[in-house]
């Protein structure tokens, strides 16, 4: 999963709530910052049915990729000749931006050219709550420029009554295109837009032209024309002077948007059509528009035939309010771990009501981890999940709440643990160009399989010596959670020694460690997909890796390999040393002693990858200029290389000498997506290939530097340019900053988490969820009634109740709670819906007005 480092933090303290107890006043979230948080999460399962190659190699090397708008954020790895891919990618970012439409895109993979944009799945913001949650298989539509529009207009329509030399009058039309704003980029760049303004009639087109404007996806205009719209001989004089209806029914203007192609052709970018008569009651109209597609922008080629995508997609849009209007939910909840049985408790109902237990897991977790919770109420369901297991064998392999919560805390809290230990292994095998293929059908002409075999078997030993090796870099919270899994385990199966390394090693190995190995864009341990042959072997050896956690803590004599080949190559591995080190290893993760990081004497790796940044000095022409360049981040520096994988850093800015992280207006170098790390010599521009990566590396900069003693408290938000700041105008490069800086996170505070944000969401999913909870409510009135003995499936069996009084107290808490969050929420809804009124420019028009 593409997964964008969470924005929550950023965007906390870019608007920090009021701290305090206290019950505002109704009323007072009107005076306050309601924040919109938007986050998107889902999965890209697979393509099928897509157009054939016409030659003989019928077969396509597809990728598919997920577009806001037309601004690319997440793109998945190749599947190699296919005609029906299976991606089976998860991903979740938060989105930083307003958007239109959210588009999933299927390319043609191309060495030699521009890669083939097979077809499209576009889907209109507004509808996004239609799929939520829910596997669709989308139809692929037409791609061409007709249909790829964004953007919106800002346009003013007047009728003047015109005297003529002759002394005759005329009514004349004023068209003033004022501004366009979020035109997309092209080829990655800001476009070149200008727009043609054409009056459409029965018999007349009359057209006009604006200037030009450079590099700029917020363009202003602000150019007037005029048109001619009746004839002295039809006017008649009246009381008011009007147009004359059966002309003014047949005359509308349009405006179309187009990137200034130079020495090619010029690209369509959206258009709109305002009828004329939008000005039969009123002299004058003025008004925001969406671009919209060419009438038949879509009606190019038939859409049965390009084939289909399914996918699953939630989208969620948040209204985070002050903080204190959350106490009572949050007080609630963080009391889930102290409720007996477990099972009555707020948090766990929330995982019972919830039609998909992910939605309630990862803000769960985050709140409860957030408050130091989350080990005891993690034990308490997980020993409900051990009530009901009857083979040690199978322990903890199944998709509960409580193992869910587990795997959501070792992603939180394991990324460092994962880069300090599988990182500098994972790099080589990425980088290096071995075979490993050791099934006798995949092998390839001149493949040597005992040499796939030596290579695959040093990798995976070199690999498991790291992780028996790393129990001092485990996190605290993943041992303290590891030490009640085991002591319950063997109280669970008394007679069983091997359960108490099994209950362990079903989640580090099985869940953490193999899940890594096989895919390490998703844990953000490698900045791009890797190769087709590279992630087969990183398959194997994510295989062999998860049945040495498994066999050597359940002490097995054989494997568990359905294949003939894995089979004989794990023999390699049937020792007894393997054994005594899996044991060992968990062991020591599984004790209640506290880790102190083996990792923390050298720089962790946080992040990489290829961004564009300003030069620092001057070229030879004078002026400075834009250079693309691989960024790498650790603890301790931020570097920049020609190229990835090269050892001598061309700029080093330590990270005890950043100051200041933040964004940078666009109309510095009329470039999109761009910040600024601002440390002790002059502030360093960069651009990111998208708003999304330009979040992650803002937040993963401003928490690596967060404690550092010289922050500053305010930054120019501009650039520094021909003797001036473009923000303030002060002419002194040293000028204090004219802009407050984005608010630091307590240093004591080691994972940001923004718990307002959570709760909003747990808010949310309960307020979804309320008809499953009321069946909850009333199944644990019947279960108080009737104690009897259930002879056939009711309403509430899917429910785990276990003490139906105290979950009944639970439930009438909960919905006392939500009602009373419903008020400030249902106001701030009726403020937004009035406040942006339809055509302002946060509303605009779409389509004709008539």
């Not at 299976?86 to 970012?93: G, I, K, R």
């Not at 309630?360 to 297991?389: N, Q, S």
């Not at 040293?734 to 988490?753: F, M, R, S, Y």
Request: neutral net charge.
């Amino acid at each position: 999963m593409a997964a964008a480092a969470p924005a929550a933090a950023a965007a906390s303290s870019e608007a920090p709530a009021t701290s305090g107890t206290a019950e505002p006043e109704a009323g007072d979230e009107d005076s306050r910052e309601v924040r919109v948080l938007q986050s998107l999460r889902g999965k890209i399962c697979e393509a099928k049915n897509l157009l054939p190659y016409l030659g003989p190699n019928k077969m396509r090397d597809c990728f598919c990729t997920i577009n806001l708008d037309q601004e690319e954020v997440y793109r998945t790895q190749v599947v190699e000749k296919s005609l029906s891919p299976f991606f089976s990618e998860e991903f979740y970012f938060e989105i930083p931006r307003t958007f239109q439409y959210l588009s999933f895109y299927v390319y043609d993979k191309n060495v030699l050219q521009r890669d083939l944009r097979i077809g499209k799945v576009a889907i209109k913001k507004e509808d996004l709550c239609n799929h939520s949650g829910k596997e669709t298989w989308f139809l692929l539509q037409p791609v061409d420029s007709n249909s790829e529009v964004q953007g919106k207009v800002h346009l003013e329509l007047k009728l003047n009554e015109l005297i003529t030399e002759n002394g005759t009058v005329c009514q004349q039309l004023v068209v003033h295109i004022v501004s366009c704003h979020g035109l997309p980029l092209i080829n990655g760049q800001s476009c070149d837009p200008y727009a043609t303004v054409s009056l459409v009639g029965p018999s007349r087109n009359d057209q006009k032209k604006t200037k030009v404007k450079k590099k700029t996806s917020n363009p202003q205009f602000n150019e007037i024309f005029y048109f001619e719209v009746t004839r002295s001989s039809s006017y008649t004089r009246k009381s008011q002077f009007q147009v004359e209806e059966e002309d003014i029914e047949k005359l509308e203007i349009r405006i179309d948007l187009w990137n200034n192609g130079n020495l090619v052709q010029d690209i369509f970018l959206g258009e709109i059509k305002v009828p004329v008569n939008v000005l039969r009651n009123d002299s004058s109209h003025q008004a925001w528009y969406l671009l919209q597609p060419r009438d038949n922008g879509n009606k190019s080629s038939k859409t049965d035939d390009l084939g289909s995508l399914r996918l699953n997609i939630c989208y969620t849009e948040d209204y985070v309010l002050p903080s204190e209007y959350y106490g009572p939910l949050k007080t609630l909840l963080l009391k889930s771990p102290d409720v007996q049985p477990i099972s009555a408790s707020a948090a766990y109902i929330l995982g019972e009501i919830c039609r998909d237990k992910n939605d309630a897991v990862l803000p769960l977790v985050r709140l409860l981890l957030h408050h130091d919770k989350l080990v005891p109420f993690a034990t308490a369901v997980a020993e409900l999940d051990l009530k009901d297991t009857q083979d040690a064998n199978t322990i903890f392999r199944g998709n509960s709440l409580a193992t869910r919560c587990l795997d959501e805390m070792m992603k939180i809290v394991g990324g460092h643990y994962l880069k300090v230990t599988l990182k500098p292994i994972l790099d080589e095998i990425c980088e290096s160009s071995k075979s490993c293929e050791i099934d006798p059908i995949k092998l390839k002409e001149g493949d040597n399989v005992e040499n796939n075999k030596e290579n695959l078997r040093y990798y995976v030993d070199k690999l498991f010596s790291t992780i028996v090796k790393s129990s001092m870099s485990c996190p605290t919270v993943m041992c303290d959670t590891f030490y009640s899994l085991r002591q319950m385990a063997t109280q669970r199966f008394p007679n069983d020694p091997h359960v108490q390394y099994s209950a362990v090693s079903s989640f580090v190995f099985l869940r953490f460690f193999a899940v890594a190995v096989v895919s390490p864009h998703t844990f953000h341990l490698r900045p791009h997909h890797p190769d087709a042959q590279t992630i087969r072997t990183l398959t194997l050896i994510s295989k062999t890796i998860q049945t040495l956690g498994s066999w050597g803590s359940l002490s097995k004599s054989k494997s568990s390999f359905k294949e003939t080949f894995m089979c004989e190559f794990f023999k390699m591995f049937q020792e007894e040393r393997y054994i005594i080190a899996v044991k060992k290893f968990l062991d020591e993760i599984s004790s209640t002693e506290t880790k102190e990081s083996s990792g923390t004497s050298e720089p962790v790796h946080l992040k990489e990858g290829e961004m564009y940044k300003r030069a620092q000095g001057r070229t030879r022409i004078g002026k400075k200029n834009f250079k693309k360049r691989w960024f790498c981040l650790t603890s301790r520096e931020l570097t920049y290389h020609k190229q990835p994988g090269s050892k001598d850093a061309i700029y080093t800015i330590p990270v005890k000498n950043i100051l200041a992280v933040e964004k940078l207006e666009e109309s510095s170098f009329n470039k999109k997506n761009m910040f600024q790390v601002i440390h002790m010599e002059k502030p360093l521009y960069v651009q990111a290939n998208n708003c999304v990566e330009a979040n992650e590396w803002i937040d993963v900069l401003c928490r690596v530097s967060r404690c550092n003693q010289n922050r500053l408290s305010f930054y120019h938000p501009s650039a520094y340019l021909n003797g001036n700041w473009l923000c303030c105008l002060e002419t002194s490069e040293n000028a204090l900053g004219c802009k407050p800086c984005t608010a630091g996170v307590p240093a004591d505070i080691q994972i940001d988490i923004d718990e307002d944000r959570e709760t909003e969401r747990i808010y949310s999913l309960f307020t979804l969820s309320l008809l499953k909870l009321q069946k909850m409510e009333e199944a644990c009135g019947t279960i108080a009634v009737y104690q009897g003995p259930q002879k056939e499936p009711d309403d509430y069996s899917n429910f785990v109740i276990e003490d139906s009084v105290t979950t009944f107290k639970t439930i009438q808490q909960i919905k006392s709670i939500i009602e009373k969050l419903d008020e400030p929420h249902e106001k701030y809804r009726k403020k937004r819906s009035t406040s942006a009124k339809y055509g302002s420019k946060e509303n605009p028009i779409v389509g004709k007005t008539s």
